[in-house]
């Protein structure tokens, strides 16, 4: 049986290490695969060089807007657009609260939009909800 992945898309160390430990400490993760910029997400999901991706789709991509080379707004286009993809789960995890983020991720059909709290409590209790809520409770349709 294949590992329960979460794609965590985040270019602050910080809030990997954060959401590492917030998760480590359920059993509903066996493999979280951390990529730095949306570059990284986007040759994750999609491959590179024409070759197919080298580990199979994730079953949760949390997703930070401000990243390094491709932003997270055009990641989940990129995300959307796809067939292959366009029914992963996606949760925005941000430090924007700005209203034009908001709408430009729920227009491109992201699952939830969730701004990160400053408190380092706070942020791991929300990081935990998120993922018992999408790995556990949430039923998705199965993946082509």
């Known amino acids: 049986m294949e590992p329960t992945r979460i794609l965590l898309v985040e270019d602050d160390p910080n809030d990997v290490e954060l959401i590492q430990i917030a998760l480590d400490n359920y059993n509903f993760v066996n493999k979280i695969d951390v990529v730095s910029d949306g570059e990284q997400a986007v040759h994750y999901l999609f491959g590179r060089d024409g070759q197919p991706p080298t580990q199979p789709l994730p079953k949760l991509v949390l997703l930070d807007l401000k ?16 067939p292959l ?28 939009y969730i701004v990160k709290p400053l408190d380092f409590q706070q942020f791991v209790e929300m990081s935990q909800k998120v993922g018992f809520y999408w790995m556990m409770l949430n039923r998705l349709p199965p993946l082509d």
């Open 67 to 82: 990243l390094p080379k491709i932003n997270g707004v055009q990641v989940l286009e990129r995300i959307r657009k796809s």
């Open 85 to 112: 993809t366009r029914n992963l789960v996606v949760v925005v995890m941000t430090s924007s609260a700005e209203n034009n983020d908001l709408k430009a991720c729920y227009d491109l059909g992201v699952n939830s």
